[in-house]
């Protein structure tokens, strides 16, 4: 796997952050993907445990891997491995670092990788609730209602279209539960996620 795509799937991943609360109103306003939004832009900052399983072609077995999310309004993430082997993916503003455990560190300017950058910025507006960021590289589509939604996001870039196919995230109010990740070549991630108590 070549480092384009290996950031690739380090940026999908990180879509994985819940917002730890719920919106509350007296009267709900209509269910829908501004609605959405518009509550998601009121979290500030939220943590959960993940279990991450791949499913790759060549491969009979799934691999597992378990962590922790943490998210920082409105640039700050992180995602860190527990088990099977500890690293730790930490993006602020325009930089990537990677810390694995027994290699050295590195440290990458997402303005070097177009189309890992553009990926990322829809991302952290997902997170931000910037319904006009992340219509710049994704058709975003919402299904289900507050209790139970999903929100589908299309690449429109062809080049990210070559990575990804498509990401599903699966939630209940402001509290995400579950991204499925397609990648273009069939491969494909689930995320579980537990928020964590604040």
């Known amino acids: 796997m070549n480092a384009s795509r290996r950031l690739s799937l380090i940026a999908v991943l990180m879509l994985s952050l819940p917002p730890s609360r719920p919106a509350h109103a007296q009267h709900a306003p209509p269910w829908n993907l501004a609605t959405l939004m518009a509550a998601l832009r009121q979290v500030r900052s939220s943590q959960?445990?993940?279990?991450?399983?791949?499913?790759?072609?060549?491969?009979n077995q799934a691999q597992q891997s378990t962590?922790?999310?943490?998210?920082?309004?409105p640039n700050w993430m992180q995602k860190q491995?527990?088990?099977?082997?500890?690293?730790?993916l930490t993006i602020a503003g325009d930089r990537l670092t990677i810390e694995r455990q027994g290699e050295p560190n590195r440290e990458i300017s997402l303005r070097d990788y177009a189309?890992?950058?553009?990926?990322?910025?829809?991302?952290?507006?997902t997170l931000a609730g910037d319904l006009t960021e992340l219509s710049r590289h994704f058709t975003p589509s919402l299904?289900?209602?507050?209790?139970?939604?999903?929100?589908?996001?299309?690449?429109?870039d062809p080049k990210l279209r070559e990575m990804v196919a498509a990401?599903?995230?699966?939630?209940?109010?402001?509290?995400?539960?579950?991204?499925?990740?397609?990648?273009?070549?069939g491969d494909r991630t689930t995320m579980a996620i537990t928020p964590e108590p604040r």
């Open 81 to 88: 491995t527990i088990a099977p082997v500890a690293s730790r």
């Open 48 to 59: 959960a445990s993940f279990t991450e399983t791949k499913y790759l072609r060549l491969l």
């Open 115 to 125: 189309q890992i950058g553009a990926l990322i910025d829809s991302v952290r507006a």
């Open 143 to 156: 299904t289900g209602d507050a209790n139970a939604w999903t929100l589908t996001l299309t690449p429109t």
């Open 67 to 73: 962590g922790r999310l943490l998210y920082v309004a």
């Open 167 to 185: 990401i599903r995230v699966q939630g209940q109010q402001t509290t995400i539960r579950e991204i499925d990740t397609d990648e273009a070549d």
